[in-house]
C-alpha cells in the first residue's frame, strides 16, 4: 500500500469519515466503494434486437418463422 495525501475540504473529509463509519469500512475503503459503484458499466455487446421502426405483430411472426426454420 502507498500513502498519499488528498486535499479535500475539512466538509469533504468529515462527510467520507462519516459515510466509511456507517459502513463499518475504513476510510481507503469507503473511497474504493465509492469510486467502483460511481464506474460506468458497460453497454450489453449481444443480445436484444433494434429496429429503426416499430414491427406489427405479423411482422415479428415472420421474421421469427425465418429465424427458427418455420
Do not use: N
Amino acid at each position: 500500500m502507498t500513502a498519499t495525501t488528498i486535499k479535500v475540504p475539512k466538509a469533504t473529509r468529515d462527510r467520507l469519515h462519516r459515510l466509511a463509519a456507517a459502513h463499518g469500512l475504513t476510510l481507503a475503503q469507503q473511497i474504493d466503494r465509492l469510486i467502483d459503484e460511481s464506474a460506468v458499466k458497460p453497454r450489453p455487446t449481444i443480445g436484444g434486437y433494434r429496429s429503426d421502426r416499430p414491427l406489427s405483430a405479423e411482422e415479428i411472426d415472420e421474421e421469427l418463422a425465418r429465424g427458427f426454420g418455420e
